[in-house]
């Protein structure tokens, strides 16, 4: 585990830090939105510790304080959540095979898929998806856990502007990606399709239908954020 430490270019943990404590915010924003909208304390730690899938949780979270079904709102985050069959086969050689599989597909989020697909070398993609992972799981739970106990005092988190740190670490993510061209173009087709079909559509049906952009992505080119195993 030292070693790891040692060979770890500072500037990345350090973009992991801030990625972590931002996720970390969000998850307490989180907790105290699920509070607000009248759900028990246990529901918003439990999806976390279950599911740790941050849209997901917050959308189911969002359609059972609405009044709507809990199995609807289910297939909805798993709808949400397809997006990962795509980031299962771009990280499955830095997951690594055995006992790893599935503590490494549960700590799959888009944040350290983004950091391992940035990196060069394996042992490089590697040590950025597990330290991410890890220290997300942690942070996010531990947000999730403050802003539970505090949801009966913040019960409108959009006076503090919480709901948009997600999309913020997102968009920082995505940005360096978006200097090679072909990936712009299929980003920008993507937006056009997604921002199209939100007046029509459920959400998170969108965000899928935004995936017809890597059709007109180059083949020669492996893609930036859904690059396929090799």
């Given at each position: 585990?030292?070693?790891i430490?040692?060979t770890?270019?500072?500037?990345?943990?350090?973009?992991i830090?801030?990625?972590?404590?931002?996720?970390?915010?969000?998850?307490?924003?989180?907790?105290?939105?699920?509070?607000g909208g009248?759900?028990?304390?246990?529901?918003?730690?439990?999806?976390?510790?279950?599911?740790?899938?941050g849209?997901?949780?917050?959308?189911f979270?969002?359609?059972?304080?609405?009044?709507?079904?809990?199995?609807a709102?289910?297939?909805?985050?798993?709808?949400?959540n397809?997006?990962?069959?795509?980031f299962?086969l771009?990280?499955?050689?830095?997951?690594?095979?055995?006992?790893?599989r599935?503590p490494?597909?549960?700590?799959?989020?888009?944040?350290?898929?983004?950091?391992?697909?940035?990196?060069?070398?394996?042992r490089?993609?590697?040590?950025?998806y597990?330290?991410?992972?890890?220290?997300?799981?942690?942070?996010?739970?531990?947000?999730?856990?403050?802003?539970?106990?505090?949801?009966?005092?913040?019960?409108?988190?959009?006076?503090?502007?919480?709901?948009?740190?997600?999309p913020?670490?997102?968009?920082?993510?995505?940005?360096p990606?978006?200097?090679?061209?072909?990936?712009?173009?299929?980003?920008?087709?993507?937006?056009?399709?997604?921002?199209?079909a939100?007046?029509?559509?459920p959400?998170g049906?969108?965000?899928?239908?935004?995936?017809?952009?890597?059709?007109?992505?180059?083949?020669?080119?492996?893609?930036?954020?859904?690059?396929?195993?090799?």
């Amino acid at each position: 585990m030292r070693s790891i430490w040692r060979t770890t270019d500072p500037g990345l943990l350090r973009d992991i830090a801030l990625v972590c404590l931002a996720d970390g915010v969000v998850g307490l924003s989180y907790g105290a939105i699920s509070i607000g909208g009248g759900l028990p304390f246990w529901l918003p730690i439990a999806l976390s510790l279950l599911v740790f899938a941050g849209a997901s949780q917050f959308l189911f979270v969002g359609i059972v304080a609405a009044g709507g079904s809990p199995i609807a709102a289910t297939i909805a985050g798993l709808l949400v959540n397809t997006r990962h069959v795509a980031f299962g086969l771009a990280v499955s050689d830095v997951i690594g095979g055995g006992w790893r599989r599935l503590p490494g597909s549960h700590l799959m989020t888009d944040e350290n898929v983004a950091f391992a697909l940035g990196q060069d070398e394996l042992r490089q993609k590697r040590t950025a998806y597990w330290v991410c992972g890890i220290g997300i799981s942690v942070c996010w739970n531990l947000g999730v856990v403050i802003g539970a106990a505090a949801g009966s005092v913040i019960t409108d988190t959009d006076v503090f502007g919480l709901d948009a740190a997600f999309p913020a670490v997102l968009l920082a993510l995505m940005l360096p990606a978006l200097r090679d061209r072909a990936t712009r173009t299929a980003a920008l087709i993507g937006v056009v399709v997604a921002l199209a079909a939100t007046p029509f559509l459920p959400a998170g049906v969108p965000v899928l239908l935004a995936l017809i952009g890597l059709v007109f992505y180059r083949a020669d080119k492996p893609v930036a954020a859904l690059e396929v195993a090799r």
